[in-house]
């Protein structure tokens, strides 16, 4: 932004035919830029320099000593300081006009006695900004292919406009707004707190298959040494806390009977793992061989507690976002059918006929394609209510 001391510049000297043509009675044109460093309005006084068609001006605008004398710089104020220049930013991509707009635009524009139509209107590149300034204070405002060529001739020629203002001063703040508007857009968005389901439930997904495919792991490779614990014992995670327990089965012995069952929860079946142990057919492995096994178990034991964290933190999010969805089908097919809609909201705005098949779109073309039966079901009869 530039330094407070840059004022507006005075009003540049009556143009004879501006003044001709405002006795005739025609509308005169303004236009309302606003750059980074603060609001200008230029006096569109010379049309005919120009011409008054699109592919006039197009033609036309590239040649500033022709450009400057049909468009003169009727007012500027800078904003005060970075944030300022956020502000405005912001409001203007909203379609707001603030109050230091409405009094720079007051000040800078002619005054329109009460009960009298104006006799000029004020171009502008946004549409919604030009009906908010309207609306508030009558100033016409007008926004069409035209007045938008006009507004890009202006941003072109912007710096040449302004003797105070460098090309360098005019980027820097360009960079600085550029970057400021982009980190305040990219914030928190509340209507958007289903990505966070979408995540939790592609991660739930794969943390599935790497357990079940890293369990079967533990079992192959501790196998080799007791494959007897295999038939006993068939939960994947149990299994992985045991080859822990137990590394090096010759070790085990009635003594550990106690440890064991706390471990597993029953008492026979840790006497009939004690007894495995002392007939078991299993090859002995090297102490660095065991103690890698150990070390495998220890991971898949951590993913699968991990697993189970996130489950949890999957069931909270969706009582918290989609509470109706989750008590009808359940967190996981609701979740399911939020990650494959997109998002909650195009979930709920899915016809009931999309909404059965959704999950079942290579059923649903490939019957289509081969004229044969079309799917019943996507993801929605994996709810228990449905499958019943």
Same mark, same amino acid.
């Given at each position: ?23 005739r $009675? ?11 460093? $603060?609001?200008?309005l ?31 710089? !009727? ?6 300081? !970075? ?7 912001n409001?203007?991509?909203? =379609? ?16 329109v006695?009460?009960?009298k ?5 004020? $171009? ?17 405002c007008?926004?069409?292919?035209? @007045? ?5 001739? #202006? ?30 857009? *990219?914030?928190?968005? #509340?209507?958007?707190?289903?990505? /966070? *389901? ?33 038939k ?7 299994? %992985?806390?045991?080859?822990?327990f ?9 003594k ?6 706390d ?17 078991s ?8 061989d065991?103690?890698? @096994? ?5 991971r #898949? /034991? ?6 189970k ?5 999957? @069931? ?13 089908? =359940?967190?996981m097919? $609701? %979740? ?22 959704l ?5 649903l073309?490939? !019957?289509?394609?081969t004229r ?17």
């Amino acid at each position: 932004p530039l330094p407070k001391t840059l004022t507006s510049p005075p009003p540049p000297p009556p143009n004879p035919s501006a003044a001709a043509g405002e006795a005739r $009675g025609e509308m005169a044109l303004y236009l309302l830029f606003e750059s980074a460093s $603060g609001y200008a309005l230029f006096h569109a006084h010379g049309i005919d320099e120009i011409g008054q068609s699109v592919d006039a001006v197009r033609s036309t605008v590239l040649d500033l000593k022709r450009f400057s004398k049909a468009v003169k710089l !009727a007012g500027f104020t800078p904003f005060l300081s !970075a944030v300022d220049a956020l502000n405005q930013c912001n409001a203007i991509s909203e =379609g707001i006009m603030t109050d230091e707009l409405r009094n720079f635009l007051e000040l800078n524009l002619p005054k329109v006695k009460e009960g009298k139509k104006a006799k000029f209107t004020v $171009g502008v590149m946004e549409p919604k900004v030009g009906s908010h300034i309207t609306e508030a204070t009558g100033i016409p405002c007008q926004s069409n292919d035209y @007045v938008q060529e006009l507004l890009r001739a #202006v941003r072109l020629h912007f710096d040449q406009f302004i003797e105070q203002l460098k090309p360098s001063d005019l980027e820097k703040a360009q960079l600085g707004l550029g970057h400021s508007y982009s980190r305040a857009k *990219v914030k928190f968005n #509340v209507n958007r707190v289903d990505n /966070m *389901v979408i995540q939790a439930i592609f991660l739930l997904d794969t943390l599935d298959k790497d357990v079940n495919s890293f369990s079967m792991r533990v079992r192959e490779w501790y196998g080799w040494h007791f494959p007897e614990l295999v038939k006993i014992v068939n939960d994947n995670y149990l299994y %992985a806390k045991l080859a822990k327990f137990v590394v090096n089965k010759s070790d085990l012995s009635e003594k550990d009977i106690p440890a064991l069952a706390d471990l597993i929860g029953d008492e026979d079946k840790a006497k009939e793992i004690v007894e495995a142990a002392k007939a078991s057919m299993g090859q002995d492995l090297s102490p660095v061989d065991l103690i890698n @096994v150990q070390q495998f178990a220890q991971r #898949v /034991m951590n993913l699968s507690e991990y697993r189970k964290n996130l489950y949890e933190y999957l @069931v909270t999010k969706m009582n918290d976002i989609a509470p109706n969805l989750t008590s009808l089908i =359940g967190e996981m097919v $609701g %979740a399911r059918l939020i990650s494959h809609a997109g998002s909650l909201s195009n979930l709920a705005k899915c016809p009931a006929s999309t909404l059965q098949i959704l999950g079942a779109e290579k059923a649903l073309f490939r !019957a289509l394609k081969t004229r044969g039966n079309t799917p019943k079901y996507g993801l929605i009869f994996h709810s228990s209510f449905i499958g019943r």
